[in-house]
């Protein structure tokens, strides 16, 4: 038997976390096989073709799905469910709003958030936002998991040459309907697969100053993150928090702006290579994770720093 | 219309945590507990809709310790109107009562209790699973919104703001429904000293896990709980330049 992982895609292309996603499923199997579940889809279809590791596509493409809900996607996933002993999702929104639900439909539990794989029924995941890791054992037949993406390398989206099988969708259900989708539209890197972000907290102190971050982000080619504070205080959109609750990040260079750094947000940056904070209070926690700290107004340094780079 | 909101103790979020020298779990020993923070913005929200007319009775259940009539009573006292615990001496955060346990007895009061929708937490901040919510709508086969910055209430259908990682979505659900808050639905208030007295004489059933015909026995055996690795202590430095020098020359991240 053989592994499925369910991608989540833009129609065009499978996003960067569906790759990490495969690549935590090659440490299971080497009979990798995808769901693409969307409406014109095709290309996204093909992709996940090309990608390394990927032996088979099911490809489902009906206009129904061109919102996918939980309600329509979690009954197909937990029928095609029994042809395997893992079926795997990236532990995003997306993934996070489907799979349980799918799990309930099997029966089985969960393991949300797997940072390590120690084998077929052993896994490791971050517990009390990150402050204690669990290895779990799972005792059900098929495991539903979700993965964080930083913890596992991506499969390479060139190589493969996977077979395609087409299999019908299910219907619309009638439980919900797509209204609206208000997209962040950016030309930054995503968060989640950032080599560099600049992230900003409440010290930044408004909207309008947030655009010190976005232009020292925008000098450098980063992506634009944020804390808590900061999103609720609408600086920045939702999207952008990063923390227990939001984006696990983990790039080569986290430079924190005004952020005091609570548990909450610590342990979404964490396995950043190397992180940097200014910050005006020298006390900050901030500084115990970080590698170089700088005790500075950040009015000042900020703009210095997007001069002299 | 009746709301039921389902909430858990756990630790409270100032806590800082210490995995027990065995290896076996988290000292919850003499922690402070309280309300999931998920879970108090769901109340809240509860009570919101109450104020406004929308709803009739708010039912908040909890499964876990007979000490969690504690935030039973602090959600009572917030504007509940009574409270249910399915008691259990298992644990709830690792190894004991899992999410799909929880989902399932979670059915039951439903079934029982008959509201118009379910509103609860996306996630405990102790296990972090953000599981439950979704698998209940699935045994129920209710509609399911989770994630939920903004919901509008109506005769038969709830409209819900969803935050995802691509910005925001919003979706029409049919009641019956379950909802999932996020931290942007609102802001919760501290319950009244007056209003945490009077939560004392509120109505507060207690069932024993024991009398649900359910299998509750944990799928995930927890084989051991560990501290993460601490990072590497780092250094000051004393100026912007200093940092230029140390990113591009030292760490070699920034060329
Ligand atoms: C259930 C729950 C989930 C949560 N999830 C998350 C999460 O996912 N992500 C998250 O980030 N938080 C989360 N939080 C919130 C978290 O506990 C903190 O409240 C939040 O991270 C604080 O954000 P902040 O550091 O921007 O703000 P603050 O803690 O207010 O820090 C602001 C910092 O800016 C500095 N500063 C001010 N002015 C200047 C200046 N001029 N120059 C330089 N520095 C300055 C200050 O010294 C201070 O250190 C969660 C909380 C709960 C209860
Ligand atoms: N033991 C419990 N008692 C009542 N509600 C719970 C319990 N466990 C989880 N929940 C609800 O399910 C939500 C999600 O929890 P989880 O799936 O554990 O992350 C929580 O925010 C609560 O609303």
Known sequence: MSVLVIAEHNNKRLKAVTLNTIGAAKQLDNDIHILVAGSSCNSAVESAAKTENITKVLKINSKELSHVTAENIAPIIADLAKNYTHVLAPASTFGKNILPHAAALLDVQQISDISAIIDNDTFERPVYAGNAIATVKSSDDIKLITVRSIAFEPSSNEGGNAHIENIPSKGKSKLSSFVALRETISDRPELTSAKIIIAGGRGIGSASNFALIEKLANKIGAAVGASRAAVDAGYIPNDCQIGQTGKIVAPDLYIAIGISGAIQHLTGIKDSKIIVAINNDENAPIFQVADYGLVADLFDAVPELENKL | ?255
């Open chain 2, 1 to 255: 219309m009746k709301i039921l909101v389902p909430i858990k103790r756990v630790i409270d979020y100032n806590v800082k945590i210490h995995v027990k020298a065995d290896e076996t779990g988290v000292d919850l020993a003499n922690v402070k507990m309280s309300l999931n923070p998920f879970d108090e913005i769901a109340v809240e929200e509860a009570v919101r809709l109450k104020e406004a007319g929308k709803t009739s009775e708010i039912i908040v259940v909890s499964i876990g310790s007979e000490k969690a009539q504690e935030q039973i009573r602090t959600a009572i006292a917030m504007g509940a109107d009574r409270g249910i615990l399915v008691q259990t001496d298992d644990p709830i955060d690792l190894g004991g009562i899992e999410p799909l346990a929880v989902a399932k007895i979670l059915k039951i009061l439903v079934e029982k209790e008959n509201p118009d929708f379910v509103l609860m937490g996306k996630q405990s901040i102790d296990d972090d699973s953000n599981q439950t919510g979704q698998m209940l709508s699935a045994l129920l086969g209710w509609a399911q919104g989770t994630f939920a910055s903004a919901i509008e209430v109506n005769n038969k259908s709830i409209i819900v703001t969803r935050e995802i990682d691509g910005g925001r979505e919003t979706l029409k659900l049919k009641m019956p429904a379950v909802i999932t808050t996020d931290l942007r639905l609102n802001e919760p208030r501290y319950a009244k000293l007056s209003d945490i007295i009077k939560a004392k004489k509120k109505e507060l059933e207690i069932i024993s896990i024991n009398t649900l015909d359910i299998d509750c026995s944990p799928r995930l055996k927890i084989i051991k709980v560990t501290e993460p690795p601490a990072r590497q202590n780092g250094i000051k430095v004393s100026n912007v330049d200093e940092l230029i020098d140390k990113l591009k020359n030292e760490a070699k991240v920034l060329s």
